[in-house]
């Protein structure tokens, strides 16, 4: 039984870790729509920083744990929550599998895809090839086979099947350096280099499958895969191929895009992340507020995306605070 207050909308964070932007932009959103409820946070570690940026936070077990399920469905019965958000590509494929679960024993929302959608995003293989299968343009991506006979052309990118964060993501730009990182990355996939333009696109799908925004943004600057500064631009062609990646692949609520614009100003795609992406507080601010939409879903409202004005060529720039916890 959901106990929060009525009316009130209380959202619960996944592995909050350094999302302080975005636990700070849904308090804004529930301030600025005048409505009750706390944002809540939760974590493995006390050390994660947005923990104290939320009104409330709980520690919780790994996602690998067997208790993982039930330790979230207790924070959501705890708190009253009415919304829970994934953060991390890992917490997605056990989300997907037991929302029905989740949703029916809190009375929750969960912002979260289909396991078939999820499975696709989650392994680099399986999106090279749905990209390729549905007609979008891809990074050619080699066959052992090919590697071993050395049928390639350097430079080329080695990284994990099931990797995010660019951790274990390498470009190798000589035969040992190609040889070295397909021992050392665990299950890897390995695609020619892609030169262009480097873009993420933000977009928010109701959960009818209807879209309310497409967001790209020109990624100006990236520390360890996350954006550090990034450019709005509403480039129409882009805006208009992603609305045909989304019908294909059916994904709901925020998700994240990354590709290059080639030359010839066709996209490229490299992954899609069903969940919030690191930077997807820029397209907030610049007012795809997502934020917004999620807390109008949970009031059973539908999102006029008419509505929508987006700030274009709007420049951000991210940095780190410093924060006393003891």
Partial sequence: MNKSAD???NVLILSAGRRVELVKLFKETRDALKISGDVVAVDISKLAPALYFADKYEIVPRITSPDYVDSVISVCKKHGIKLVIPTIDTELPVLAAERQRIEKETGAIVNISS????DICNDK???ACFFKENGFGVPYTYTDEELDEKKYSLPLFVKPRDGSSSI???KAETVSQLEFFRSYVKNPIVQECVEGTE????????FDGD???IVPRIRLAVRGGEILKGQIDMNKEIISDVEKLIKALKPVGHITIQGFKEKDGKMRYIEV????GGGAPMSIRAGANSCEWLYRIAMQEKINPEQVKVDDKAVYVRFDDSLRIE
Wanted: aromatic share 14%; glycine share 4%; with cysteine.
């Fill in 7 to 9: 009316g009130a909308i």
């Fill in 115 to 118: 396991p078939e959608c999820v």
């Fill in 125 to 127: 293989t399986k999106s």
């Fill in 168 to 170: 274990d993501a390498f």
């Fill in 199 to 206: 873009y993420t696109v933000d977009a928010f799908i109701d």
């Fill in 211 to 213: 879209i309310v925004s």
């Fill in 273 to 276: 992340n069903p969940r919030f």
